[in-house]
Each structure stands twice: as C-alpha cells, then as structure tokens.
C-alpha cells in the first residue's frame, strides 16, 4: 500500500507542477468563455449584411406581398423581360424570384423558380414559400365568396402558460435550459476523460519506451504501478474541477447578486412590479435555476467523473503498455471512444425530448455511458435509486475492467519490437 501511495503521490506532483498543467488551469475558462464568444461572434457576422433577391411577378399578384426587412431587401424586376431580369440579378442580387402567370393559382405548385448560383437556407425557402401559399388561400378564398378579413380577425392567438401542480409559475425554455446544463456537465466528463486517459497512455507509453519500467517493474507490481497512474492523474483532474467549480460559482452568485435574487427569500410580487422587464426575467430563470438539484448535480459529477475516468483509464493504461508508440494505439482507441460519444448523441437526442424514457433510462444505466447520459438526465429530477444504482454499476465494471487490463498491463509493458493485435490482447487476458 506505501508503494501504491508513493507512485499516486509522484504522478500528482508530476502533473500538477507541469507548466501546461497550471496554464490550462488559469487559462482554461478564460479560453472556454473567449471560445464561446467567438462562436457567438462568427455566428452573428453576417447579421448585418442585406441581401438582395429580385422578384420577378408575371401576375404582379405576389410581388407586392414580398415585405423588405434589415436582412432581406426584395427589388421588383416584373418591369423587365425574364432574361433581362436575369442578367440583373446575376450582376448585383442574390438570386431571382420568378413567378409565372397562370390561369390558375394552384397550379404555381410545380412553376414557381428559386434561381440563384448559391443554395438557399431553409429560412428563406420556408419565408418565400410562406408568402406564395398565404396568398393563394387569400385568393381561393375570395373566389369562394369568403371574407379574408374576417377569417384573419377570427384567428386566434394563444399562448401557454406554464404552471405546476402545486400553482407555482413555471417558465418557458427551462427544459432548454436543464439540458444546456447537464450537456455542459457530461461533455467536461468526456473531453477530460479523453484528455485524462490518452496522459495515462502517454506516461506508460514514455517509461515502456525508455525502459525505465523495467526498473521500476522490479520494485513494484503492474497492477500497482496502473492504479498509481490511474488515481494521480484523476486527483490532478479533480483538483483542476475544483478550481474551475471555485471560479464559477463566484461568477454564478456575482451575476444572482446583480440581479438582487436571492436563493431563498425571493418575493414574487416585487418580481412582477419590476421596472426593468429584462432584469426580471432574468431573475426568474435564475431564481428557478436555485431550484435545481445543485448539490446531486455536483456530486454526482464529482462521482461520475472519478468513476467514468477510472474505467476509460484503466483500458488507456492497458493500451499503453501494449503499444510502443502512439501510432501503434490508434487502431485501439476507436472501440473506447464510441462509447464516449455514443452517450453524448444520446443525451442531446432523446434527453431533451423524454428524459426519463426507456432509452435515456437505460442508457443512464449503461457503465459506459451512464457518466454524460445521466448527469444530463438529473436537472430533470431522477430518483435517488436510480443514481445510486448507475453508479453501483458504474464502480463494480470498473473493478471488473481493471481486473483485465491488468492482465493485458502486465504482459504489455514487458512486450517490445512487435505490434499487437486484438488476437494476442485476447491471448494476454487468459495468461
């Protein structure tokens, strides 16, 4: 055991004292935060930019139904003949609309030209067909003696509101909300696992190649020497979390104090009597945000990520001993990453929809997926059975796993000069 303390202790100081280690740490959510603004940049672009599509009405019915706004400015070439407008277009738009004249509207079904070098988004297929179809209605219905005015006012216009069981307000895209968390929370635990894991490989890979285990190997068991590697490199990544956990609750609870909410004392009548419409929306998603299982959320992270990194490292360790280079790796990592990114489809497909339906349950369950699937199933609310179960079955296929990876470690980190295939890992675990 004072062995197995010595080789967790040297991994945790090589790691944390490594320069990467301390950059990544305080530069890490200056980097994550400047990323997701620069997404959010990029994406906005071309907000600003206007663009052109000329709209040539051979029936003038529909042209003037075409409304202009700041992102699209629609020109009538109806004036022209159809090649002229064409060659227009070309030269100074975006792409040309062409209506034909028909002696029936319905039959604009199979006419009607989008002309343009580019692909059109979705949106303005949707907007320009939107428009064509509301006034053929408006036309068929004309023709049948209806009054358009009328229908339009007899229109209604509902809006939901949501409320719970016991009378409380609830609030619309708190679900959207729910899922962003526990997709932030399951997608830390796969990159660091990804990230985590492929170190553990790297050190083994790095004493196997300059023979240095050879010396250690006569001082200390395999079996020893993979845990060490194991659980320094997690308490490495557990304390990074914690330094981030730190500084973003401070961000947390600085924004909640801005906006005056406080977590338990929130009263709603000074809420609904706020001057600042913005300032109380955003106090009430963040008063409902307090209602979260915060507390399950973050120890189950804690848990999950120990648990989820353990299992995937102990299968990186194994790998690197069986290797002799990275390259060498690469034909086994893919069976250890599809998991990974198997749980988080799964999470962002059907979480969102049904969290607590027959595949996110089950899959909350799965050991090699239940770190991302069922952190993004918990803001939802999940019985305490469930978790306690997920991560039964979590920790004892890890005990499991690290039983064979041992086998493989052991023979591995004494195997040079040749490149292992899946038939030999197989023969290793029999040994």
């Not at 490594?18 to 994550?32: A, E, H, Q, R």
């Not at 089950?362 to 978790?387: A, D, E, K, N």
Request: aromatic fraction near 12%; proline fraction near 4%.
């Amino acid at each position: 055991m004072n062995m197995l303390s010595l080789i967790i202790k040297r991994e945790f100081l090589t790691k944390v004292r490594n320069k990467s280690f301390i950059v990544m740490t305080l530069l890490g959510p200056i980097l994550i935060l400047g990323m997701s603004l620069l997404i959010g940049f990029l994406s906005n672009m071309n907000a600003g930019e206007v663009k052109h599509i000329g709209i040539h009405d051979a029936s003038s019915i529909f042209v003037s139904k075409f409304e202009s706004n700041k992102e699209v400015k629609y020109i009538n070439l109806s004036a022209m003949p159809l090649e002229q407008a064409k060659d227009t277009a070309t030269k100074t738009m975006k792409a040309l609309l062409y209506i034909p004249k028909v002696a029936d509207l319905n039959d604009l079904n199979e006419k009607l030209e989008y002309i343009s070098d580019d692909s059109p988004s979705m949106e303005t297929i949707m907007e320009v067909e939107n428009v064509i179809n509301t006034e053929i209605t408006h036309q068929n219905l004309e023709k049948m003696g209806l009054n358009v005015a009328d229908i339009d006012k007899a229109k209604g216009n509902a809006s939901l509101k949501l409320s719970k069981f016991s009378g409380e307000d609830s609030l619309k895209g708190i679900n959207e909300i729910k899922i962003a968390i526990g997709s932030v929370f399951g997608y830390l635990i796969m990159m660091f696992i990804i990230i985590y894991g492929n170190f553990v490989m790297r050190s083994v890979i790095e004493e196997k190649t300059s023979r240095i285990i050879e010396i250690i190997i006569s001082s200390v068991k395999p079996y020893q020497l993979m845990m060490g590697k194991i659980i320094g490199n997690s308490l490495a990544g557990i304390l990074q979390f914690f330094i981030w956990g730190i500084c973003g609750a401070i961000l947390f609870f600085g924004v909640n104090y801005f906006f005056g909410v406080q977590p338990n004392s929130v009263d709603p009548e000074m809420i609904q009597t706020a001057q600042n419409e913005f300032g109380s929306q955003i106090s009430l998603y963040l008063t409902e945000i307090l209602k979260f299982p915060l507390a399950t959320l973050l120890i189950s992270f804690v848990i999950y990520f120990i648990g989820g990194y353990f299992l995937y490292s102990s299968m990186y360790a194994a790998i690197g001993a069986a290797v002799d280079s990275e390259t060498d790796s690469q034909q086994f990592l893919m069976p250890i990453i599809m998991p990974l990114m198997l749980g988080v489809y799964v999470g962002f497909f059907t979480v969102i929809n049904d969290p607590h339906g027959t595949v996110a349950t089950v899959f909350s369950f799965i050991p090699f997926t239940s770190p991302i699937v069922m952190l993004m199933r918990i803001p939802f609310g999940v019985p305490l059975w469930q978790i306690v179960l997920s991560m039964a079955l979590l920790m004892g296929t890890f005990f499991l796993v690290v039983w064979f990876a041992s086998k493989i470690y052991r023979i591995g980190v004494l195997s040079y000069g040749k490149k292992p295939t899946w038939k030999e890992l197989y023969k290793w675990l029999k040994y």
